[in-house]
């Protein structure tokens, strides 16, 4: 069984970094699309940055500040984010798909709709 547990929330000032973790089991790693997204109540969930077959992609609110890698052992997904900005206050989730060859920009675009799995997510706040 799949799961995804995110962690490394919490609240800074603006201007300042977090690191946040998804930690994964249950499945390949290297297999999978796997991605960060964002949520504010009232608005639609929104696409943070994405990997899938080699490829990684990011949102037009996360280029140049945030970056998503995972650990060498492929069990880790992390959202390196810097530079935060009060407008990046959110709960974020870690979200997977198992097929790759069809997950891509487009999933990160419409908020991940056709992701199958979900972590419960982490809040982040940033202060101004």
């Known amino acids: 069984q799949v799961q995804l547990v995110e962690s490394g929330g919490g609240s800074v000032q603006a201007g300042g970094s977090l690191t946040l973790s998804c930690s994964a089991s249950g499945y390949t790693f290297r297999s999978y699309c796997m991605g960060w997204f964002r949520q504010v109540p009232g608005k639609e969930r929104e696409g943070v940055a994405l990997m899938s077959g080699g490829n990684t992609y990011y949102g037009d609110s996360a280029k140049g500040r945030f970056t998503i890698f995972h650990d060498n052992g492929k069990t880790t997904l992390y959202l390196q984010m810097n530079s935060l900005e009060p407008e990046d206050t959110a709960l974020y989730y870690c979200?997977?798909?198992?097929?790759?060859?069809?997950?891509?920009?487009?999933?990160?675009?419409?908020?991940?709709?056709?992701?199958?799995?979900w972590g419960k997510g982490t809040l982040v706040t940033i202060s101004s």
């Open positions: 979200a997977a798909d198992p097929d790759p060859a069809n997950c891509g920009l487009g999933d990160l675009l419409n908020g991940g709709k056709a992701m199958d799995y």
